[in-house]
């Protein structure tokens, strides 16, 4: 360990470091908690670096991080989840319901409405793979993303006919959100999805309203 202890001084709170590599710990800070994203910039956007050495006169580091450095950093970091998006919606239209768990982390959990909740990916994807089956020409597209107070939302919207086992043979076409939680390994380890589930029934027996 250095000689030295570098304290984050910030409104809210102080993040230790033996490291006076700020640029570094905002692009941890910015991946790591997206679902804090206004005050995380509020707070990197006023860091301040003091040193103080082990035997001497306490001295003062300010470190310069100007906010068009910081929304270039928060900007990189969402167009990576905007694409993560794409991706993860083509996984959901691909009839291989093992693809979509595999945006999980290991111990990941997807939750869908008051179903109970599916922890790991082999409960997560036996979720996929029911409705799969149940549309076989389903087509999951995203809407849009935004980072929210709860976490990153991911809304989207299903089209599909339900021609699987037991189908009625109606088109539904339904819109609902995931709210999720990241790990640290950058894939989701909660999601929370929603949809208007009577619509949902009301389109499996009547058909989606043109």
């Known amino acids: 360990m250095s000689n030295n202890t570098t304290i984050f001084a910030t409104p809210v709170t102080c993040f230790p470091s033996d490291s006076l590599d700020l640029i570094s710990s905002n692009r941890f800070l910015i991946t790591?908690?997206?679902k804090n994203?206004?005050?995380l910039i509020f707070c990197?956007?006023?860091s301040l670096?003091?040193?103080f050495g082990c035997n001497q006169t306490p001295t003062k580091t300010y470190s310069v991080?100007?906010?068009e450095d910081i929304n270039t950093e928060a900007a990189l970091e969402f167009k990576k989840m905007e694409s993560f998006g794409d991706r993860y919606a083509k996984a959901w239209s691909s009839q291989q319901p093992e693809h979509v768990a595999s945006f999980f982390s290991p111990k990941g959990s997807l939750q869908v409405n008051d179903d109970p909740r599916a922890e790991g990916r082999e409960a997560i994807t036996k979720v996929?793979?029911?409705f799969m089956k149940a549309f076989p020409d389903m087509v999951v597209s995203k809407d849009v993303m935004t980072v929210t107070e709860c976490g990153i939302e991911f809304h989207w919207t299903l089209s599909g006919t339900n021609t699987g086992p037991n189908g009625t043979g109606?088109?539904?076409r339904i819109t609902g959100f995931?709210?999720?939680?990241m790990g640290t390994d950058g894939l989701i380890q909660q999601s929370d999805g929603t949809f208007d589930a009577d619509e949902y029934n009301r389109q499996l027996k009547n058909g989606v309203s043109e």
């Open 32 to 34: 790591l908690h997206m």
């Open 37 to 39: 994203f206004r005050l």
């Open 170 to 172: 109606k088109k539904v």
């Open 44 to 46: 990197l956007s006023t």
């Open 49 to 51: 670096v003091i040193t």
């Open 128 to 130: 996929a793979d029911g």
């Open 178 to 181: 995931e709210v999720w939680q």
């Open 65 to 67: 991080t100007t906010d």
